[in-house]
């Protein structure tokens, strides 16, 4: 192993935190050596905070209808291929209701960002979640909101959100999005999560299109001072009818160590091995959990719609059910000495 880049790995470890030269370093020069080396930490941290328990997220992705025009993402408003849907308020509790049944505690609720679900409207289907199921978490994550809003539906009961900040480098985010989305407001929007209390979840692609050594080596520096409760990072994935259709796909080893790398500076945080992770490779979400993942998000939609919710080509689980993928994972966790844990699986600090 290269003795300077395993200095870094525990300097890391030690500090949590490095400098700007040492992150661009690892992720330039690292081999499957320095992975399985931080493998080996995160994986002893996550075992130490969470054991051998894989928290389990059920996500029902109500909409595909958006207004934005991310380059990357099969359901950009541009797309005119994608076949749009919208679940009923009805039908949302629905796919609750049979997600708890089926052992899940905690529902994400996930859409673009569709203004026919208003504040109000989300507010009430957080309600009656909450109501009929007062022992689960309520995530949220339906992209950028104004404060206001997010202050109601945090009033409302919403614990969780996710909203993955994409990029920490303006340049690039501007050249992963329209100019009519703004890098600032995004982050800000990040800021008011936290502030009104949410366990937030930031997170970005490994190898998006004009992703660096140096944006990455961005993203983590971000991650370190941000502090979110959840990381979700997955590899870039091309869509065939989006501007991005000819990139190549992000690397699955440089995922796979930003994984490690991140359980390592955020011991206690949330980290998914991610459905993009899963569809890179056949068992994906198993080395996830190898490199110090601790929780899975299977689909909980109606198996109707689900090829309808496609970000990018090939996405697993779209042919299967609620109880096919929660067994299949439960398998899949049993073949590697893990177990799925039934309960909310709140971060904790400690
Ligand atoms: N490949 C991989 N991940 C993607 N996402 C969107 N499009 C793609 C893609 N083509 C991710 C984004 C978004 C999350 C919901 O899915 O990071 O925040
Ligand atoms: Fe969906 Fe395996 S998790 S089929």
Redesign the pocket.
Known sequence: MDIELKELIDRLNAEKCLPHEGWVRLFDGFTDEEREYSASIARRIADEKYGKNIYIRGIVEFSNYCKND?F???IRCSNKNAQRYRLTDEEILQCCDEGYETGFRTFVL?SGEDPKYSAERMCNIVRAIKTAHPDCAVTL?LGELERGDLAELRAAGADRY???H?TATKNHYEQLHPSFMSFEHRMKCLQDLKELGYQTGA???IG?PFASSDTLAADMEFLGRFKPQMV?T??????KD?P?RVCPK?SYELTLFVLSLVRIMLPNVLLPATT?LGTIRPNGREQGVLHGANVIMPNLSPTAVRKKYM??DNKICTEDSTSECRFCLQRRMESIGYNIEISRGDFCND
């Open positions: 991310c990357y993402c099969g996930q994550s996710l909203l993955r994409e997170g970005m692609m998006a979700g997955g590899p870039f994935l091309p869509h989006t991005f992000g993009a970000l990018y």
